[in-house]
């Protein structure tokens, strides 16, 4: 329903079918999983979780720490772009690191719905750590029923 | 400071028959990703657990081992079609060196962003020396 172009979606498959494996010969995590690396994974990034009804599609990016003010969501014949940038900490300097996890920088994130939605009353909020955008699939998009006539 | 996987210990990682995980349930949990840096006080340590709100997250020290234990209380709506991060909880541990001092421990959580305070105990505090001239 939803194509988001990877180049590495086919590694990723192959990926995510070790993981399967290794997850069932060590259910309680063994080998840990870590998430949240933009620029330095060929994972999208943020993350995003989709969900739709009848009404609307709603996507959560999972991108904690970020200025919401550095977000740019929007929405141009039916692709969905989220923008922005996870900034460094302030003041620290790179010999001061133990370990660096999180990596920063800017991203940029596309997704091409199948559908028309309602560009003028997509809604995004951002709240710990999620960003949610609510996009009301357009009239044209919901079902209609037609009625038979019987003569 | 080190790092804590599950069958990290005494516990050779050929043996994973017998190992037994930090923690027992029998759950899967994500790893959160960390930044550490020193400062002149202590260490901080800051980890991404987006969807946390401050109720959800069980943070503590025990025998040395600081562990980060945060609830997922956020359910994935029932009409999922694309799932690529998987609401499960987030757990993590460290072992924490002497030069800590366990009871100075803070933490703040903003926007789904941990960060935690392990200040350095008084001795292990850099002093300048001063030089006294005659």
Same mark, same amino acid.
């Given at each position: 329903?939803?194509?988001? %172009? ?7 498959? $192959? ?10 010969? %060590? ?9 949240? /690396? ?32 550095? /977000? ?7 692709? $969905? ?14 010999? !001061? ?14 997704? !091409? /719905? ?8 997509? !809604? ?28 | ?9 005494? @516990? ?5 028959? *017998? ?7 029998? #759950?899967?949990? =994500?790893?959160?990703? @960390? ?9 901080? @340590?800051?980890?991404? @657990?987006?969807?946390? &709100? ?27 079609? #694309? ?11 460290? &072992? ?11 933490? &703040? =959580?903003?926007?789904?962003?941990? *960060?935690?305070? =392990? ?16």
């Amino acid at each position: 329903m939803y194509a988001n %172009w990877n180049p590495f979606g086919e590694l990723d498959l $192959l990926r995510q079918g070790i993981d399967d494996l290794f997850a069932n010969i %060590w259910p309680t995590g063994y080998g840990r999983r870590s998430v949240f /690396l933009p620029g330095r994974s060929a994972r999208g990034y943020p993350l995003l979780n989709i969900a739709a009804d009848d009404d609307e599609v709603i996507v959560n990016a999972f991108a904690p720490g970020l200025d919401p003010k550095s /977000l740019e969501v929007s929405v141009e014949r039916n692709v $969905l772009t989220i923008a922005g940038e996870k900034k460094p900490l302030p003041g620290v300097k790179p010999e !001061q690191y133990h370990r660096n996890e999180r990596a920063t920088g800017k991203f940029i994130r596309k997704l !091409q /719905l199948d559908l028309e939605v309602d560009e003028e009353k997509v !809604q995004a909020h951002y709240e710990n750590g999620i960003l949610t955008i609510v996009l009301p699939k357009s009239e044209v998009a919901l079902p209609r029923k037609i009625d038979i006539l019987v003569k | 400071m080190a790092e804590n996987t599950v069958n990290s210990g005494n @516990v050779p990682a050929r043996s994973e028959q *017998t190992l037994t995980p930090a923690t027992r349930e029998r #759950s899967r949990f =994500l790893s959160p990703a @960390v930044d550490i840096y020193e400062e002149a006080e202590g260490l901080v @340590v800051v980890a991404d @657990v987006p969807g946390l &709100t401050r109720d959800d997250l069980d943070i503590n020290v025990e025998d040395k081992v600081l562990t980060l234990h945060g609830k997922m209380a956020a359910k994935s709506e029932a009409s999922l079609i #694309s799932e690529e991060f998987e609401l499960v909880d987030y757990f993590r541990q460290f &072992t924490l060196s002497d030069r800590v001092d366990t009871s100075k421990i803070s933490a &703040t =959580l903003d926007q789904g962003v941990l *960060t935690l305070k =392990l200040p350095k105990v008084e001795h292990a505090k850099p002093k300048r020396i001063e030089i006294k001239t005659r």
